[in-house]
């Protein structure tokens, strides 16, 4: 049983950064970080292979990398030049196919606040 705890979240201005951290319990092949608005359904922003295989939404492009440290257990989202419109709720995520869509992923977890204002 996979288990996922976010950190890192926060408020900042845009154009601002932030790193958030998930720690991992038990293993899966593929990772992922998805957000959530208040009032729109979840989104895949990110999700990265056990190999190092990335993918990104069109909208963090160029802004933010998922990457991981496999020895530590411990998936990351740098973010880079946050925009008003990044403001959500963040979650980690573990799954079994490798793509950007929530129905992948099975085990989530609670989720770390992050807020951007302009």
């Known amino acids: 049983q996979v288990q996922l705890v976010e950190s890192g979240g926060g408020s900042v201005q845009a154009g601002g950064s932030l790193r958030l951290s998930c720690a991992v319990s038990g293993f899966s092949y593929y990772m992922g970080w998805f957000r959530q608005a208040p009032g729109k359904e979840r989104e895949g922003v990110a999700t990265i292979a056990r190999y190092g295989s990335t993918l990104y939404a069109d909208s963090v492009k160029g802004r933010f990398t998922i990457s991981q440290d496999n020895a530590k257990n411990t998936l990351y989202l740098q973010m880079n030049s946050l925009k008003p419109e990044d403001t959500a709720m963040y979650y980690c995520?573990?799954?079994?196919?490798?793509?950007?869509?929530?129905?992948?992923?099975?085990?989530w977890g609670q989720g770390t606040q992050v807020t951007v204002s302009s």
């Open positions: 995520a573990a799954g079994r196919v490798f793509g950007l869509w929530k129905e992948y992923f099975s085990t």
